[in-house]
């Protein structure tokens, strides 16, 4: 991978360079979360802000086979089911922006978990892909599931369901049956589409640097779109999305509930990308979700507790 003088990508643009090494340069700024265009400005005082909401979670640091990463665990109350929820974030993110999610699936009786993705929060290395951050989601929920369901947002939805599929050049998948993806890309392509409009990458930069990620995946980009992905692992469950996301087009949810008949659609308008995390109507939707499947099961897979105590909520935003 070449060097990339930072007055390169500080100015957010790769025109002019020749097309390999266009190529090549975009594909190492877009394995580097910390430079990416979706990281927000205020990214360092919203983690500070935003960790104080995981004070009461276990921590605990797992080795994966891409490097440590940071796990966080919360524990109901009252416990309605023996596996867990995973929650995965999204690109630039981490967990801290996951927790109002957490909690409130938390209270509703499900051991939660949480882990920051590899080059991303407390986990560690500064450089990570689509491929490697399937890679630690499996073997997270190997040595802290079962896995009961996930529930996942933007870029986590897609890492998530390449993890559930187990497709080479990944060497095992996520076991697990039930998933709801907010505010998730469908094709990976709109996702270097936008990259490589931001970054100025003309067609031959860009086709070099779209043939790096799919050496990495061992195949053609098309095969990276949640509507394929998600038969291929056998998940069900939720599409959650705002018709005024502007980061991910509400197109990509109409796309994934057209191809898959057994996602269901819900619509939130007027939160955006980030903030439909911390909306109590999706809360509702994702937690009343998990009950049915958990009610769902037979009988004697069911344990049957009273409700989860009131805990502090998160309120922190991304």
């Known amino acids: 991978m070449v060097w990339l003088p930072s007055e390169i990508w500080s100015e957010r643009r790769f025109r002019g360079l020749p097309s390999a090494v266009a190529g090549d340069a975009a594909f190492r700024v877009f394995c580097t979360p910390a430079i990416s265009e979706r990281r927000a400005v205020n990214h360092h005082q919203l983690t500070e802000r935003a960790r104080y909401h995981l004070r009461n979670a276990h921590w605990e640091r797992l080795e994966t086979p891409v490097g440590e990463v940071q796990t966080y665990v919360f524990e109901p109350d009252q416990q309605i089911a023996d596996d867990i929820v995973l929650i995965v974030h999204g690109w630039t993110g981490e967990s801290s922006f996951m927790t109002a999610m957490a909690e409130a699936i938390r209270r509703r009786g499900f051991r939660v978990a949480l882990f920051d993705l590899p080059a991303h929060g407390l986990s560690s290395g500064r450089s990570t892909n689509l491929i490697d951050c399937a890679r630690a989601t499996v073997s997270v929920a190997e040595q802290l599931g079962p896995v009961h369901a996930l529930v996942t947002h933007s870029f986590g939805g897609l890492i998530s369901l390449v993890a559930a599929e187990g497709h080479a050049p990944m060497q095992g998948k996520l076991e697990t049956k039930h998933i709801a993806l907010i505010a998730s890309p469908n094709h990976l392509s709109d996702v270097t589409d936008h990259f490589s409009?931001?970054?100025?990458?003309?067609?031959?930069?860009?086709?070099?640097?779209?043939?790096?990620?799919?050496?990495?995946?061992?195949?053609?980009?098309?095969?990276?779109?949640?509507?394929?992905?998600?038969?291929?692992?056998?998940?069900?469950?939720?599409?959650?999305?705002?018709?005024?996301?502007?980061?991910?087009?509400?197109?990509?949810?109409?796309?994934?509930?057209?191809?898959?008949?057994?996602?269901?659609?819900?619509?939130?308008?007027?939160?955006?990308?980030?903030?439909?995390?911390?909306?109590?109507?999706?809360?509702?939707?994702?937690?009343?979700?998990?009950?049915?499947?958990?009610?769902?099961?037979?009988?004697?897979?069911?344990?049957?507790?009273?409700?989860?105590?009131?805990?502090?909520?998160?309120?922190?935003?991304?």
């Open 197 to 318: 409009r931001h970054w100025e990458l003309d067609r031959d930069g860009r086709r070099a640097f779209e043939h790096r990620l799919e050496r990495l995946g061992g195949r053609s980009l098309n095969c990276f779109a949640a509507a394929k992905l998600l038969p291929a692992s056998g998940l069900s469950g939720l599409v959650i999305h705002a018709p005024d996301d502007a980061d991910v087009p509400f197109r990509c949810a109409e796309e994934i509930v057209d191809s898959v008949p057994d996602m269901e659609l819900h619509s939130f308008n007027g939160l955006g990308h980030r903030n439909i995390l911390f909306a109590s109507p999706v809360a509702r939707t994702v937690t009343s979700y998990l009950k049915r499947t958990v009610q769902r099961q037979p009988a004697e897979n069911r344990v049957y507790q009273p409700a989860a105590a009131n805990a502090p909520a998160a309120s922190a935003s991304a």
